[in-house]
C-alpha cells in the first residue's frame, strides 16, 4: 500500500514492532540444511510501515518462519519507502518495504535496486478519494479547481488520483495537490486547507466514523483494478553478496505471505501489535491482498502506467529489477 505504499510516508503512532532473538542454532532438518549452508548473515534489519501492509513480516517472526531458516530478522519502522533507499543504500537497513512507484523512480534514476518479494496489492476500496458528507463535491469531475491531499506528491498517491482524473476529461492541471501525512488528513479537511484526500486504510474507517467523510471515488479501478503497491527491495550489491540470508528471507515471507492471503484473523491479530490499530478497527478495515511470488507481468503494469503519465522518462522492464528466490 498502504501504503507514504506506499507506496507513500505514513507516521500512524507506533508501538514497538517485533523483535525475535536467537537465530536458531543447530536443529535438524530445514533448520540444520539452512545452518550447514551457512547463511552469509544470520540477523537482518528490516525496513517497515506501521501500516497493514507488511503484516507478513510480523507473521512471520511470530510464527518462527525466520527462525526455521536461521535468520534472525529485526523489524525496523520507516516513514516511506522512498525514505528507506538512502538507508538500505548505507547499509543501515538490509532489506526494506518499498512501493513499487517509487522503485520504479529510483530505478529510473539509476539507482541499483532489487525487488526481492512481493508485500501487498490493492484491492476494491483499498485507496479511496474522500470530502466530507455536506460537501458540494459529488463527482471527481467536480475536484476541478480543488485541492487534494495526498501522502506524498509525484508517488502512488498523484498517480492514482490522476487515473481518475483522465477518466473525467481532468488532468492534474485542473487540480492542486498538497502534501500531508494520512492521520493529518481528516482535521486539514475539516479546517478547509483542501477540499478531498486520497486516503487509505486504516484512515478510511477511522474518517468515515471520526468526520462522517464519504467516498468520492475508489482509486483503484480502471486502470489501477488490482495494481500492485508494495514489495520487499535490497541494492543490487546486498542481493549478490548476500544469496543465501536473501532467499531465506524470501522463503520465509513467502510461507507468511501464503498464510496472510488465506486467514485473515492472522492480519487482524497481528496488526494491533505494530500498529495504532486497535483489535476492533482490524476487525472492519478494507484489506487489499498478499501475492506470495513476485510476477513480472503484474508489476510491469505499475512501469506502463508510469511512462504513461510521466513518472518515468523511459520504458523500465521489470523483469530486470526482479531477484527471483533462488531454487531449493
Known amino acids: 500500500m498502504t501504503r507514504k505504499l506506499r507506496c507513500h510516508a505514513i507516521v500512524i503512532g507506533v508501538t514497538v514492532a517485533l523483535t525475535l532473538a536467537g537465530c536458531g542454532g543447530g536443529g535438524e532438518s530445514s533448520n540444520s540444511s539452512a545452518n550447514t549452508n551457512g547463511l ?6 528490516v525496513g517497515a510501515l506501521p501500516i497493514p501492509d507488511p503484516v507478513s513480516l510480523y507473521i512471520a517472526n511470530a510464527k518462527g518462519f525466520f527462525k526455521e531458516e536461521g535468520l534472525t530478522v529485526q523489524p525496523t519502522i520507516i516513514t516511506g519507502g522512498a525514505a528507506a533507499l538512502p538507508q538500505i543504500e548505507s547499509g543501515a537497513l538490509d532489506i526494506s518495504q518499498t512501493n513499487y512507484v517509487s522503485t520504479f523512480v529510483a530505478v529510473g534514476q539509476g539507482k541499483k535496486i532489487k525487488l526481492v518479494a512481493d508485500c501487498y496489492q490493492a484491492g476494491p476500496n483499498t485507496f ?4 466530507p458528507q455536506d460537501s458540494t463535491i459529488k463527482t471527481v469531475a467536480d475536484l476541478k479547481g480543488k485541492t487534494i491531499l495526498v501522502n506524498n506528491l509525484n508517488n502512488i498517491a498523484t498517480l492514482a488520483v490522476e487515473t481518475q482524473l483522465k477518466v473525467a476529461g481532468l488532468t492534474k492541471d485542473d487540480v492542486k495537490f498538497s502534501e500531508k501525512p494520512f492521520p493529518d488528513m481528516g482535521n486539514a479537511i475539516k479546517g478547509g486547507q483542501a477540499d478531498a484526500g486520497w486516503i487509505t486504510e486504516p484512515f478510511i474507517t477511522a474518517n468515515q466514523s471520526a468526520n462522517g467523510f464519504r467516498k468520492l471515488a475508489d482509486t483503484m479501478t480502471g486502470q489501477t483494478e488490482n495494481l500492485p503497491i508494495a514489495g520487499w527491495m535490497a541494492t543490487e550489491e546486498w542481493s549478490q553478496k548476500y544469496p543465501k540470508t536473501l532467499a531465506a528471507f524470501q522463503r520465509a515471507i513467502a510461507k507468511a505471505q501464503q498464510l496472510a492471503s488465506t486467514d485473515r484473523k492472522e492480519i487482524e491479530a497481528m496488526l494491533p501489535t505494530y500498529t495504532k490499530i486497535d483489535a476492533k478497527t482490524a476487525s472492519v478495515i478494507t484489506l487489499g491482498t498478499y ?3 513476485l510476477n513480472a507481468n503484474r508489476l510491469q503494469k505499475v512501469a506502463d502506467l508510469m511512462l ?3 513518472y518515468l522518462k523511459s520504458p523500465i522492464d521489470v523483469k530486470s529489477v526482479i531477484t527471483a528466490p533462488a531454487s531449493g
Open 40 to 45: 552469509e548473515k544470520t540477523t537482518i534489519k
Open 308 to 310: 504513461e503519465y510521466g
Open 291 to 293: 501475492p506470495s511470488e
Open 128 to 131: 479511496n478519494i474522500m470530502v
